[in-house]
């Protein structure tokens, strides 16, 4: 039925064929109409061949002149030349060399007529000789600058005369001095003549000459000659007057009727002095703005470069169609110039009226992807670009079958890339070759190259041959032609409009066509032949279409399914599978869309993996309606080729779809958990929202002295990982500090940003200073780079521009990248050797950018105690490093025996000069605290019994009771750590006796 032959078949044959597919009542409705049907068929059927051939023949001629084009910038010599129009503001033009003459006393100047156009012009901007351009004029037409100026130095001489001042002008411009009355400058009696040269008014003037003398001076001048004069005409309003120079330079040669008017041309003379001219004429040409041509949405006549209007304006020249205006439906050239400006189409380029005209109607069409049908003596002019279709034709608007003339276009004429050539508008006139435009889906499709060759002599922008050349493929991979036999409602469609047709029989939904041809007969139905086109053919040349137009909305089941589209892998933490004994399980997503609805409603997805390493491979089958599934087994890092495809089932047949294919690297546990988003202090307790992450295993924090959000030089502050939030710091550093916290998987994975507090955490709180060895003001430790002033340790001033390796290039956000001065890394380094058991603290006050605080025991096995007595974990798992290590000082550690600690203070080099003002080594000792009930008193007064050890008693609490004795107050005499409290007990006259008291004792 997609037979074209079936349009000049005997209609009573074709009615008797359908019968069964349409019906009885239609098919005695065609019977009875059969021949006005087969007549209106045959006539349309003609019609289409017969513009197959037209357009052939188009197609053959402007391949021809393609193939033939040559660089339109060059000039020729003829008095018959074709006349040459040019539109819009092409790249230089040739043109006509329709007079020679000479003049001069030797023929020394060549005067060459060249005419441009056979028409008025807007403007001549610049012409160009073998290339190169003239440059500005003066307002005798003779350049004053350039490659046609010639400039020569001339030694001459000349009396100056000075005036009272001992200053002169001479005319023209001194390029050296060499002699002042035959004598060198300097050994003139006039060293000290200079001249000053004004390049403007082309004159030098002399200073420290004889005041009111003469001197005759010997000099070199700059001598310019112009070779070039160039006479511009534009025959304003059709109309010109003789060239008024030509006339002068060639008397009688030349006469006042030589008007040349309509014509715009130029007369150039050469001055044959230069040698480049002592040849044959030179190629001139010239760089226009072409025509004024009429616009049809203002009625106004102007230079403008609108393609549609430059199509309309040839079809109305004499070297186009002789139409006239009326016959050109202005409406759609209204339409059709607004569509051109909008896509931003430009008509820029010049043809010769010997060239033929269907070919240069072409081009002009091709400049903007439009055509032009005549229908009733009417031309149609359309733009390309997309418009919405003027009518829908369903079913009951046919007055016949629908015909399909081609299904598509012949593969000879079907192409997925389109290069070739245009003129630059930058240029000098050169064809160059625009990049090549190709869709990758078709040329998949094709599995070759499939190239068309074109030219566009009307566009002078590489983008717009971009546009234009997809447009091209586009529409090439299209082609379906029918022949629709409508009734009346179809009567206002005319070519060039485009409609919308929904058939059944077909799979015509909505199916856009552009028309192209019309016919009615009074017998006969409205016949429209329209060929597919829909809005994508019109896109900008960046986007790629598979088919833009597919012939039929109804599904081939026994096409091979396409392969998966959108096929992503992923397998990170969101992927993971925690199982129910708590074993993290890695796996893999694929995921993919939503196949079409043959394989969704009995189809299925083939999903197959291998690993590149193992050479592990496993295929995974899910329902066709499915759009993602689970990998398993795989190893994390791994490297996956993985592959899908539908399988569509017709039957017994089972039809396998092509792949989809890509490679993934297996994230799985390797994947770093998510950052803590926010973290919190309150005294000592930490807080922050936990992760959800599956295999997350907790959380690490650190801690770094000052204002130091680098992860890598913090140091731990706990054991081991925390295993939920909140979180109360075991050991509190002091001061201004750094708290950092990341969470880490099972993997022992962390998280790629912490989270940040900043915080001033305050002294250490002591109880009892035993002891305490301050630094300040001497700091007699170790010093390097730095000193001590007025009792502060500060850094050494340096010229370094880097700091030191510790610390980041960069810095944080708010840092100046240049400082006006940097000081040197301070390193300060001292031990102490307190000799009791107690609780050491260091008491600090630092000053700098980033600084580190660090310690150094001589005996690991006093900070653990004994071997029964473990810390944490073994003796060989120390937790602050073996001895001798240098480990950050957590605020404060416990002795437990007399040993020496090595402290290490370090402040960053940088802008911000390292200072420490205190530095003070604290043994703090822990209360101890007894109570004592119901002790008698002697009246001479007894000491406290007391059961533990002192070093000294701090505060006594006294309670007399009422034993008879008359106490009433009880008196401490002293506070001997080591035989106890000596108490008395008063009466109330303040007479010590006997007594009876509760205590409460507390010391260290």
């Known amino acids: 039925m997609f037979c074209s032959a079936a349009a000049v078949a005997d209609p009573i044959t074709i009615v008797a064929g359908l019968a069964p597919i349409i019906g009885g009542s239609a098919a005695a409705f065609i019977a009875s109409h059969g021949l006005m049907i087969a007549v209106a068929g045959f006539g349309l059927h003609r019609t289409v061949q017969a513009r197959r051939k037209q357009k052939a023949a188009a197609a053959r001629a402007r391949s021809d002149y393609n193939a033939n084009l040559q660089d339109r910038n060059v000039t020729v010599i003829s008095a018959e030349a074709p006349w040459q129009v040019v539109y819009g503001s092409p790249s230089p033009v040739g043109g006509a060399i329709v007079g020679l003459f000479t003049s001069g006393s030797r023929d020394e100047y060549k005067h060459v007529v060249v005419v441009f ?43 100056v005369y000075f005036n009272d001042s001992g200053q002169a002008t001479l005319a023209g411009e001194v390029l050296g001095l060499s002699l002042v009355h035959g004598l060198p400058l300097a050994t003139s009696e006039y060293p000290g003549l200079t001249f000053n040269v004004n390049s403007v008014a ?109 199509l309309a304006d040839f079809l109305m020249s004499e070297a186009g169609f002789s139409c006239t205006q009326a016959q050109i439906e202005s409406a759609a050239a209204i339409a059709a110039a607004n569509a051109c400006d909008a896509v931003g189409f430009s008509c820029d380029g010049a043809f010769f009226t010997s060239q033929d005209r269907e070919s ?92 068309k060759d074109v030219s566009f002599p009307f566009t002078k922008d590489h983008q717009r041959c971009q546009d234009l050349a997809r447009m091209l493929v586009e529409r090439s991979r299209g082609g379906m032609t029918i022949v629709l036999p409508c009734h009346m409602v179809a009567w206002p469609v005319q070519p060039g409009d485009r409609v919308a047709v929904n058939n059944a029989e077909f799979g015509f939904v909505n199916k856009t066509f552009l028309i192209l041809d019309w016919t009615f007969h009074p017998r006969a139905p409205v016949g429209l032949i329209g060929v597919e086109d829909v809005a994508v053919y019109y896109d900008p040349a960046a986007v790629i279409t598979v088919d833009a137009a597919p012939n039929s909305v109804l599904p081939n089941p026994f096409a091979r399914p396409a392969a998966p589209q959108s096929f992503r892998v992923e397998s990170g ?26 394989i969704s409603a009995a189809g299925e997805v083939h999903v197959r993996w291998s690993d590149a390493l193992t050479g592990a491979t496993q295929t995974v089958v899910v329902p066709g309606y499915e759009t993602s599934c689970y990998l398993t087994g795989v190893r994390d890092g791994a490297m996956l080729f993985l592959a899908a495809r539908f399988v569509r089932f017709v039957g017994n ?57 680098f992860w890598n030089s913090a140091a731990p502050l706990h054991e081991g990982l925390v295993t939920s939030s909140p979180y109360t710091m075991a050991a509190r550093p002091s001061g201004v500090m750094t708290l950092l916290i990341k969470a880490v998987d099972t993997s022992g994975n962390e998280s790629l940003n912490a989270a940040v507090i900043v915080a001033n955490l305050g002294d250490t709180e002591i109880s009892n200073v035993l002891i305490s060895y301050p630094e300040a003001p001497d700091f007699t430790g170790t010093i390097t780079n730095g000193g001590v002033s007025g009792g502060v340790l500060q850094a050494d001033a340096t010229d370094l521009f880097y700091g030191d390796d510790a610390q980041p290039f960069y810095g944080v956000d708010t840092d100046d990248f240049y400082s006006a001065g940097t000081y040197a890394q301070l390193v300060y380094e001292w031990g102490r050797a307190p000799e009791a058991e107690g609780r050491v603290v260091l008491q600090h006050t630092i000053v700098a950018s980033d600084y580190a605080i660090e310690f150094r025991r001589d005996s690991q096995d006093a900070f653990y105690g004994g071997d029964g007595d473990l810390f944490y974990g073994d003796d060989d798992d120390p937790f602050y490093g073996t001895p001798g290590d240098w480990s950050t000082w957590p605020g404060e550690i416990t002795l437990r025996a007399p040993e020496t600690i090595t402290w290490r203070i370090t402040t960053a080099g940088g802008p911000t000069q390292g200072q420490v003002s205190e530095a003070t080594v604290v043994l703090d000792v822990p209360d101890v605290t007894e109570e004592l009930n119901d002790v008698v008193i002697g009246s001479g007064g007894t000491r406290l019994p007391v059961t533990q050890s002192y070093r000294s008693i701090e505060n006594l609490l006294l309670t007399v009771q009422t034993d008879g004795n008359g106490g009433v107050s009880a008196r401490i005499e002293d506070k001997n750590a080591a035989l106890g409290p000596l108490i008395t007990v008063r009466n109330a006259a303040g007479t010590a006796v006997d007594g009876l008291v509760d205590a409460r004792i507390r010391g260290y």
């Open 117 to 159: 156009a056979s028409h008025q012009c807007e403007a001549v901007d610049e012409i160009y000789i073998d290339g190169e351009p003239l440059g500005a004029r003066d307002s005798s037409g003779w350049v004053t600058g350039g490659t046609f100026l010639e400039q020569f130095d001339v030694g001459t001489y000349s009396d």
């Open 573 to 598: 933490t969101e992927q993971l599978l925690v199982q129910a004994d708590g074993t993290i399980v890695t796996r893999v997503l694929v995921q993919w869309a939503q196949a079409d609805a043959l």
């Open 202 to 310: 082309r004159t030098t003037d002399f200073s420290g000459g004889p005041v009111g003398g003469r001197l005759t001076l010997h000099y070199n001048v700059r001598q310019s000659y112009s070779r070039v004069n160039a006479q511009i005409h534009l025959s304003p309003g059709g109309a010109d007057t003789a060239d008024a120079y030509l006339m002068n330079a060639v008397p009688g040669q030349w006469a006042a009727a030589d008007k040349l008017s309509g014509y715009t041309y130029a007369v150039i003379t050469l001055d044959l002095n230069m040698a480049r001219f002592q040849g044959g004429p030179p190629n001139v040409s010239a760089k226009l703005r072409g025509k004024k041509i009429h616009d049809f949405r203002t009625g106004t006549t102007y230079y403008h470069a609108n393609p549609a209007n430059c």
């Open 653 to 709: 047949l089972k039809v396998v779809g092509n792949e989809a294919v890509t490679i993934h690297t297996v994230i799985g546990k390797t994947e770093p958990p998510s950052d803590v988003q926010t973290f919190t202090l309150d005294g000592d307790v930490l807080r922050w929202p936990a992760v959800d992450d599956l295999d997350l295993a907790g959380y690490q924090i650190r801690f770094a002295y000052g204002n130091n959000p």
């Open 360 to 451: 240069t109607k072409q081009q002009l069409e091709d400049c903007f992807g439009g055509g032009c049908f005549q229908s009733g003596g009417v031309w149609r002019i359309r733009a390309g670009s997309w418009t919405t279709p003027v009518m829908t034709i369903d079913e009951g608007d046919l007055a016949g079958p629908i015909e399909i003339q081609q299904m598509s276009h012949p593969s000879r004429e079907r192409f997925n890339t389109c290069r070739g050539t245009y003129v630059d508008g930058a240029g000098l006139g050169v064809a160059t070759d625009f990049a090549p435009w190709s869709n990758n889906a078709h040329l998949a499709a094709d599995g070759f190259a499939k190239v």
